[in-house]
Structure formats: C-alpha cells, structure tokens
C-alpha cells in the first residue's frame, strides 16, 4: 500500500484536461451560436470570420470560454471541498459522501483546478496570446495595463498551484514520504499526462504544443505545496477544526476502526459482519481494491475514452455552423 504511483491519477489528469479543454472551446462555440455568427468548433479554438460579428459580440464570445471554465471549476472545486470535510463520526449521510469523495474526490479535484487555471492561464497571457490577449487588442488597451494583468494572473496561478500541491498531499497513503507523495500525486501524473495530451490533441500546431509544455512548469509551486504540508501521516487532535483525512490508511476488512479525537470511528470500509468473514481471501482482496482511491476502475478509462472520441470528432471541424 505505501506504493503511490498508480495509473489512476494520471488517467484523471488527463481526462480532466481534456474535458475542461472541450467545455472551453464548446463555450466559444455556444456564445456564437446565440448571436449567429458563422463558426467552425475544433479541438483547439473556434474559427469565426472577423467581419461576421460586431465589436460587442466577439468580446462575449472571446471571454465565454475562460469564464464558463471557471465557473465548472469553482463548482468542482467547492464540491471537493464539501464532500473532503465530511468526518467519519458523523451520521450516515455523511459516511456515504464520504466514500463518494474516496472515487469522486480525484476527479472533482482535477476539474476544479484545471477549470480555475483556464481562467488563470489566460489572464496571465494577456499581454502575449489567448482569449484575453485578443480581448485587449479589441479595445486597444495599453500595454502597461496589459501587464498588470498578465503579473496578477501569474501570481494568482503560482498561488493556485500550491493550494493544489496540498490537496494532492491528502490523497497520498499515511507513512508515504514527501518525495514519494511528490513523484506520485505530481511528478508521473503531470509529465505522464501532459505527454498523453499532446497525443490525444494531434495535430496541433507547434506553439500550442509550447503552450501546453509550458504550463506543466507551474506545478513546480505544487510541489512546493507538498512540501510545506504536514507530516507524512497526520493525525487529528482533539478539538482541531479540520477532518481527518481521508486517505489516512487504507484498511483491510477487519482494520476499519482508528483513534480520531479521542473516539474510535469507521473509516473508509465497515466492520464486516460475521457471516462476511467467511467468504475467504478473495473477498478481502476485492474489498480491499475497492476502497482504495488510487486504484484504476473502468469507470475512470470509459470517461477518458468518451472524452478522447469526442477530442478526435471535434479535430475535423464537423461541428459549425454556416
């Protein structure tokens, strides 16, 4: 169990990717729609013909996108949060959505950041590339302030990013080091993901390539989120206002109880009934497999597998309207 690196976080990195990249580009397209300005929906942006919009009309579509984007991931975000402070000790409700936050927590984790750093990402390339860059050359405004833009955008997703270098710390087993959660929760899934998603999004031009390598470099500041969080198996002290964490050990049946502020709760996975003790082995190691967060289901692959097809659909530039 003290093995981290799995398949799952990387599959979720980027299926989350992809999924928040289709929303974005699909916003663009929607924004058009609705003011019936000729389009064409790619993989990668969104073809409109200048001259078939008005001034007013390409600044809703431009910014539709960025901010659709954030607006799906400060839902994912804040429903990652409700659902992480649900403590074991608490009514029934609560244990359900926490062993929903144990296969879901992941995946509304990756949406949230990715959904919030769209928004980010394009702030901070106002003065360079991107839907506010152009949103900028529209209105022509200066250069200075352009730049102002860009460094808050810059600072805001730095800070971001370590934020999520802590929520990744969680996800990591107790007794796992530092380094190992690192190269686990961060290193394989973002050099491992972002190289699956330059596959999954060819062809793509050479700067968009740049584009996407480049923003893999601002999980240098969640390593350093990893780094500051605490101890490599945290405990709950009594009266402390935080949750324990979830992933703070992965029992076998028979192993669900632990000491969290003085009173002794389930975890993750119920005491087993007497009769559910004789099912032999192969039960506890189904059981096993099931509670464990970082373990791959098919439900995972069957997302990344629709969100591919739909990537490779929209790659041909079938979807518009004329």
Same mark, same amino acid.
């Given at each position: 169990? !003290?093995?981290?690196?799995?398949?799952?976080?990387?599959?979720?990195?980027?299926?989350?990717? #992809?999924?928040?990249?289709?929303?974005?580009?699909?916003?663009?397209?929607?924004?058009?729609?609705?003011?019936?300005?000729?389009?064409?929906?790619?993989?990668?942006?969104?073809?409109? !013909?200048?001259?078939?919009?008005?001034?007013?009309?390409?600044?809703?579509?431009?910014?539709?996108?960025?901010?659709?984007?954030?607006?799906?991931?400060?839902?994912?975000?804040?429903?990652?949060?409700? #659902?992480?402070?649900?403590?074991?000790?608490?009514?029934?409700?609560?244990?359900?959505?926490?062993?929903?936050?144990?296969?879901?927590?992941?995946?509304?984790?990756?949406?949230?950041?990715?959904?919030?750093?769209?928004?980010?990402?394009?702030?901070?390339?106002?003065?360079?590339?991107? !839907?506010?860059?152009?949103?900028?050359?529209?209105?022509?405004?200066?250069?200075?302030?352009?730049?102002?833009?860009?460094?808050?955008?810059?600072?805001?997703?730095?800070?971001?990013?370590?934020?999520?270098?802590?929520?990744?710390?969680?996800?990591?087993?107790?007794?796992?080091?530092?380094?190992?959660?690192?190269?686990?929760?961060?290193?394989?899934?973002?050099?491992?993901?972002?190289?699956?998603?330059?596959?999954?999004?060819?062809?793509?031009?050479?700067?968009?390539?740049?584009?996407?390598?480049?923003?893999?470099?601002?999980?240098?500041?969640?390593?350093?989120?990893?780094?500051?969080?605490?101890?490599?198996?945290?405990?709950?002290?009594?009266?402390?206002?935080?949750?324990?964490?979830?992933?703070?050990?992965?029992?076998?049946?028979?192993?669900?109880?632990?000491?969290?502020?003085?009173?002794?709760?389930?975890?993750?996975?119920?005491?087993?009934?007497?009769?559910?003790?004789?099912?032999?082995?192969?039960?506890?190691?189904?059981?096993?497999?099931?509670?464990?967060?970082?373990?791959?289901?098919?439900? !995972?692959?069957?997302?990344?597998?629709?969100?591919?097809?739909?990537?490779?659909?929209?790659?041909?530039?079938?979807?518009?309207?004329?």
């Amino acid at each position: 169990m !003290d093995n981290v690196v799995t398949l799952r976080p990387v599959v979720i990195f980027v299926a989350a990717y #992809t999924i928040i990249l289709i929303l974005h580009e699909s916003a663009h397209a929607a924004a058009a729609y609705v003011f019936k300005v000729p389009f064409v929906l790619y993989h990668l942006y969104v073809r409109i !013909d200048p001259a078939a919009r008005t001034l007013d009309q390409g600044a809703i579509i431009g910014v539709s996108g960025p901010l659709f984007c954030l607006a799906v991931g400060l839902v994912c975000w804040l429903a990652y949060r409700t #659902t992480r402070k649900m403590r074991p000790g608490w009514p029934r409700p609560a244990r359900r959505m926490q062993a929903l936050h144990s296969r879901a927590g992941l995946w509304l984790l990756y949406l949230g950041w990715f959904g919030i750093a769209t928004l980010l990402g394009n702030l901070m390339s106002t003065a360079f590339v991107g !839907d506010f860059s152009a949103l900028s050359q529209m209105f022509d405004v200066p250069m200075p302030v352009r730049y102002v833009v860009t460094l808050f955008g810059a600072l805001s997703l730095c800070a971001f990013a370590f934020l999520m270098g802590k929520e990744l710390r969680n996800w990591a087993p107790a007794g796992v080091s530092r380094v190992k959660a690192l190269i686990g929760m961060i290193a394989v899934p973002v050099i491992a993901g972002t190289a699956l998603a330059l596959l999954v999004y060819l062809p793509m031009p050479f700067p968009f390539a740049v584009g996407r390598i480049g923003e893999s470099f601002f999980w240098i500041f969640a390593t350093v989120g990893i780094a500051s969080a605490r101890g490599s198996s945290p405990t709950v002290r009594e009266g402390a206002s935080e949750p324990p964490p979830l992933l703070s050990r992965w029992e076998r049946p028979g192993e669900g109880a632990k000491l969290a502020g003085g009173h002794v709760t389930s975890v993750l996975v119920p005491q087993p009934s007497p009769a559910g003790r004789g099912l032999g082995e192969g039960r506890s190691i189904a059981t096993e497999s099931s509670n464990n967060p970082l373990r791959l289901s098919w439900a !995972d692959v069957a997302i990344l597998l629709v969100a591919i097809g739909v990537v490779r659909i929209m790659a041909t530039g079938v979807i518009h309207v004329s």
